[in-house]
């Protein structure tokens, strides 16, 4: 057994990303040129992490891979990033998770996910590493595996006095269960996540603002919305809800911003 004390510790996905670059979406039935391919290492989990280790934190990831080639090659390149593969397993007669990405000139972009061995992650996983868990700073989570995974993880933590949690809520699914959001400390989406749950469309910073007053008056300890272009609003109760602007910045590609939020929030609290 190794290191048993990490600053974060995630709970989720790998996905081996396929992504087009395209001039833009293509229409249904349609078929255009594209500008590029590449294959990466992706997952909202795995993101979480990368993005902690790059930030400098000590990092562990919980998570399943499949026994191809591409999650045989996902656990050497976890190790290159300088996170814990202790408890990424390897399993047997599943595909790894990918991700169908295609991203637009404006940097737009769509996603399709096939889970594969992600929706094998089960609370048995988490139990093998339950000292690497609870001994963490922090536990971050998101939605590309078992929803029952994590509802059992968050429970696991609070009933035994364990570190801060971050649910990231992403991506949307039809069978959230609000439980989520009084068993997390933090909780993060983006105006069509949050939509789907407050069942409210946001449109706008007022509309923003509503949503999270809902979520809170739903459950949520401290909310967070993320709106693009238009910032970032978050509240821990209903009079405490705030906006902050985002500055026009040139990015390479928007789908890791949210986990960098969450972790770069971790590191910036560790370094106080």
Request: charged letters at 20%.
């Amino acid at each position: 057994m190794g290191q048993h004390n990490f600053d974060v510790v995630v709970v989720g996905s790998c996905m081996i990303d396929f992504v087009c670059y395209t001039p833009r979406i293509p229409k249904i039935g349609e078929t255009i040129h594209g500008n590029n391919f590449e294959v990466g290492h992706g997952g909202k989990g795995a993101n979480q992490c990368v993005a902690a280790a790059r930030l400098g934190a000590s990092t562990a990831l919980i998570a399943r891979v499949g026994d191809d080639d591409f999650g045989k090659k996902y656990i050497k390149e976890l190790k290159n990033q300088n996170i814990n593969t202790e408890f990424s397993t390897i399993t047997e007669n599943h595909m790894s998770g990918m991700a169908q990405i295609t991203v637009t000139e404006n940097g737009d972009n769509c996603i399709v996910i096939v889970a594969g061995s992600n929706n094998k992650l089960c609370f048995e996983d988490v139990k093998k590493a339950e000292n690497v868990l609870l001994n963490s700073k922090i536990v971050l989570f998101q939605l590309e595996t078992p929803l029952e995974t994590t509802i059992k993880t968050l429970e696991f933590i609070r009933k035994n006095g364990g570190p801060v949690t971050f649910v990231n809520g992403a991506p949307a699914i039809s069978n959230f269960d609000l439980t989520v959001l009084k068993l997390c400390d933090v909780f993060c989406v983006n105006e069509t996540e949050a939509s789907a749950i407050v069942k409210v469309e946001i449109l706008d910073i007022a509309t923003g603002k509503a949503a999270v007053e809902k979520l809170l008056e739903l459950g949520c300890k401290m909310a967070i919305l993320t709106m693009g272009a238009q910032g970032v609003i978050f509240g821990d109760s209903p009079s405490n809800i705030q906006h902050v602007p985002t500055k026009e910045l040139e990015i390479a590609l928007s789908v890791p911003m949210d986990f960098t939020l969450l972790t770069s929030h971790r590191c910036l609290q560790k370094r106080k």
